[in-house]
């Protein structure tokens, strides 16, 4: 199956992103959402559709509705400017998923 | 909280095979689900499989099947990936990642003859 995120996505500083990830199978399965910033290791800022790891900050939120997962930042800021990939699996994680990726420009 | 440390770059030629390393500390390798995931250059993010301590089941994606190997040495806390019949294609950075978690720093495996 496929995830299908839009290639990049502009703001300006203050504004609000939302980058968009639909696919069958979120569905049935949960989103998350990775950045990722030139030369580093993704770091996952959501789970489970609508949940933040700890240390994410409050701009960052997700959301859900039939196949199409969502992930918002508010008030975004020039350091928020990345690669964000949004994954599904099954329960146990057997099989996994990336989208193609976003690159979020804060212009 | 757990520690990935990847084994360093890797220059390969076409044909050949490349294994790549990633150290566990914080947890021991065996209450881990280590899953495999590359990224070539430019490109998104691509999954290659994973190993699963509690049953001892490896899962491959489709597109790797035949050709990459995932294992665990419970003894020193390692995983590895094993990539063979190398071609250019296989250029990438390699991750080792404990999904949806903590991920290594990346292995760069660059194939060129």
């Known amino acids: 199956y496929e995830l299908t995120q839009p290639p990049s996505v502009s703001v300006s500083p203050g504004q609000t992103a939302r980058i968009t990830c639909s696919g069958d199978a979120l569905s049935n399965q949960y989103g998350y959402w990775y950045q990722q910033k030139p030369g580093q290791a993704p770091v996952l800022v959501m789970y489970?559709?609508?949940e933040r790891p700890s240390g994410i900050p409050q701009r960052f939120s997700g959301s859900s509705s039939g196949t199409t997962v969502t992930l918002t930042i508010s008030g975004v800021q020039a350091e928020d400017e990345a690669d964000y990939y949004c994954q599904s699996a099954d329960i146990s994680f057997t099989y996994v998923v990336f989208g193609g990726g976003t690159k979020l420009t804060v212009i | 909280q757990v520690q990935l440390v990847q084994s360093g770059a890797e220059v390969k030629k076409p044909g050949a095979s490349v294994r790549v390393s990633c150290k566990v500390s914080?947890?021991?390798?065996?209450?881990?689900?280590m899953h495999w995931v590359r990224q070539t250059p430019g490109k998104g993010l691509e999954w290659m499989g994973r190993?699963?301590?509690?049953?001892?089941?490896?899962i491959y994606a489709q597109q790797f099947q035949g050709r990459v190997t995932i294992s665990e040495d419970t003894s020193t806390d390692t995983a590895h990936m094993d990539l063979t019949n190398l071609r250019s294609g296989d250029t990438a950075v390699y991750y080792c990642?404990?999904?949806?978690?903590?991920w290594g720093q990346g292995t760069l495996v660059t194939v060129s003859s």
């Open positions: 914080g947890y021991t390798i065996s209450e881990l689900s």
């Open positions: 190993f699963d301590p509690g049953d001892g089941e490896t």
């Open positions: 990642a404990t999904l949806p978690g903590d």
């Open positions: 489970k559709d609508t």
